[in-house]
């Protein structure tokens, strides 16, 4: 047995944690440079940003605000009624971002959901408590393979399509599988629903779109990913796949 099988083993057993202890912090306190505040500004305009600062931290409202900006301007702008999901949550920090997009109840589900922070508190009480904030919203821990949806809108940041970044992560190979995967997903969407995907590197986006083809579904390349408020280095690329309303 691999290391990383030992370790995710160990810890999806002893699941027990300490709360979630969080420094949470208003807009104000995020000192973001011209740009970014200007988009920040409009956004507040356009969406409901009240309750961030009871659950995010400076991290969370960096990748929350990311996450609104990108999908407030790539989502379509009508989507059928039904839930959303965002897969590989990790611990639930741009939960804020997605639902506020979306304006519905939301599904954000954790593979590796017990991984431990070095004070003893685990991803899945994070993501709990980010949860409990938004109404109609749950965070899962588990494979997305297990849910069954279905979900109008998925949001879906990072893929593993490689062996690299999983072994990266810590996860065992067994769940490199990003075909069955995108092809459970996929699956579970109502007609007219999206699901959005990011990918790092160009490498990578052209997998994914090879990935798309091979599953036999039609989608389209959004490019680069370009936001102001991006607090990442590595540039990222997106996809975009509709199921046929009809
Ligand atoms: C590269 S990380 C990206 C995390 C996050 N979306 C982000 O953008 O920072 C991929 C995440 O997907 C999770 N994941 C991988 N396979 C999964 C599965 N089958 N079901 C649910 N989550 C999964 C991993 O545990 C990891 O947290």
């Known amino acids: 047995m691999s290391l990383d099988e030992l370790s ?8 027990l944690s300490l709360p979630a202890f969080k420094r949470t912090v208003p807009f104000e306190a995020l000192n973001l440079p011209g740009p970014a505040r200007e988009r920040v500004e409009r956004l507040r305009e356009s969406h409901d ?9 400076v991290q969370d409202w960096r990748e929350s605000l990311y996450a609104l900006d990108v999908l407030s301007r790539l989502l379509p702008p ?12 990790k611990n639930g920090s ?5 639902v506020t997009a979306v304006k519905r109840g939301c599904d954000a589900v954790e ?12 991803r899945r009480v994070y993501g709990e408590a980010m949860a409990r904030v938004f109404p109609d919203c749950r965070f ?3 494979d997305v393979r297990s849910l069954e949806g279905p979900w109008s809108v998925v949001t879906w940041w990072l893929p593993f399509l490689t062996a690299t970044p999983l072994e990266a992560w810590g996860l ?7 075909l069955e995967l995108l092809t459970h997903v996929c699956s579970r ?4 629903g999206v699901v959005f995907i990011v990918n790092q590197g160009e490498a990578e986006h052209e997998l994914q779109g090879r990935l798309f083809r091979e599953a036999g579904l039609d989608a389209q390349s959004l490019g680069k990913i370009e936001s102001v408020l991006s607090p990442f280095i590595k540039p990222r690329f997106g996809w975009l796949w509709r199921r046929s309303s009809g």
């Open 172 to 178: 065992p190979s067994r769940f490199l599988a990003p």
């Open 49 to 57: 940003l009240s309750a961030w600062s009871r659950c995010c931290n």
């Open 111 to 122: 593979l590796d959901a017990h991984r431990r922070y070095l004070w003893g508190s685990t």
């Open 94 to 98: 741009m939960l804020p971002g997605f």
């Open 189 to 192: 969407v109502v007609p007219g």
């Open 140 to 142: 899962i821990a588990g």
């Open 8 to 15: 995710f083993r160990l810890r999806s057993t002893f699941r």
């Open 78 to 89: 009508s989507l059928p009624e039904g839930r959303g999901l965002e897969v590989g949550a």
